[in-house]
T-cell receptor, first 118, second 112 residues
Framework: GAVVSQHPSWVICKSGTSVKIECRSL??????MFWYRQFPKQSLMLMAT?????????EQGVEKDKFLINHASLTLSTLTVTSAHPEDSSFYIC??????????????FGEGSRLTVL | GNSVTQMEGPVTLSEEAFLTINCTYT??????LFWYVQYPGEGLQLLLK?????DKGSNKGFEATYRKETTSFHLEKGSVQVSDSAVYFC???????????FGKGTRLHILP
């Protein structure tokens, strides 16, 4: 199946710094990518929908200035957590839909990136 | 709005036991239904899916049938293995938008 890769898989940073997480579709093109946040023992919370060449669509309650999303190409979306604080520590997961496969409903997920803010 | 409700875990079973994880949904239109699995330390993987009523999705011995009359998509396996220990997420997408809605997940522990 299609592969989505995230990098880094884990990162530790100091409070107040910014962290960038990359999400790449390795063998397909994705016009749409999704960013999720997963809290311990909880489900995935959709943060935003990343659209290639346009602004991301954020879910209610998600600060767009805090979580910057850029989808500059058909194979890459980035999430930047700006001025990170300990409460931003979480597991961030991206997913993508193969645009060549039109609507099948299936999403392909990255391995996730665990962020720890000290 | 659309939502997915699945049984809370953790669920602990012995190897070779029969497994059922319940999932019900609320959706407008005609959603597609999915089960995703998350093994320890890994991302999510699609386990199976069904795109219309009465469809049965199956993979790795797991099955789930899309029941429109009961708005359910229960996951079943006849004989579980230790390697099935993971978190299982029921999910849906509506044909009206691109978003996927997840249930809260059910953690499954299989004892040898």
């Amino acid at each position: 199946g299609a592969v989505v890769s995230q990098h880094p898989s884990w990162v530790i940073c100091k409070s107040g710094t910014s962290v960038k997480i990359e999400c790449r579709s390795l063998d397909f093109q994705a016009t749409t990518m999704f960013w999720y946040r997963q809290f311990p023992k909880q489900s995935l919370m959709l943060m935003a929908t990343s659209n290639e060449g346009s602004k991301a669509t954020y879910e209610q309650g998600v600060e767009k200035d805090k979580f910057l999303i850029n989808h500059a190409s058909l194979t890459l979306s980035t999430l930047t957590v700006t001025s990170a604080h300990p409460e931003d520590s979480s597991f961030y997961i991206c997913s993508a839909r193969d645009r060549g496969n039109l609507y099948t409903g299936e999403l392909f997920f990255g391995e996730g990136s665990r962020l720890t803010v000290l | 709005g659309n939502s997915v409700t699945q049984m809370e875990g953790p669920v602990t079973l012995s190897e070779e036991a029969f497994l059922t994880i319940n999932c019900t949904y609320t959706a407008t239109g005609y959603p597609s239904l999915f089960w995703y699995v998350q093994y320890p330390g890994e991302g999510l993987q699609l386990l199976l899916k069904a795109t219309k009523a009465d469809d049965k999705g199956s993979n790795k011995g797991f099955e789930a049938t899309y029941r429109k009359e009961t708005t359910s998509f229960h996951l079943e396996k006849g004989s579980v293995q230790v390697s099935d220990s993971a978190v299982y997420f029921c999910a849906l997408t509506s044909n009206r938008d691109d978003k996927i809605i997840f249930g809260k997940g059910t953690r499954l522990h299989i004892l040898p």
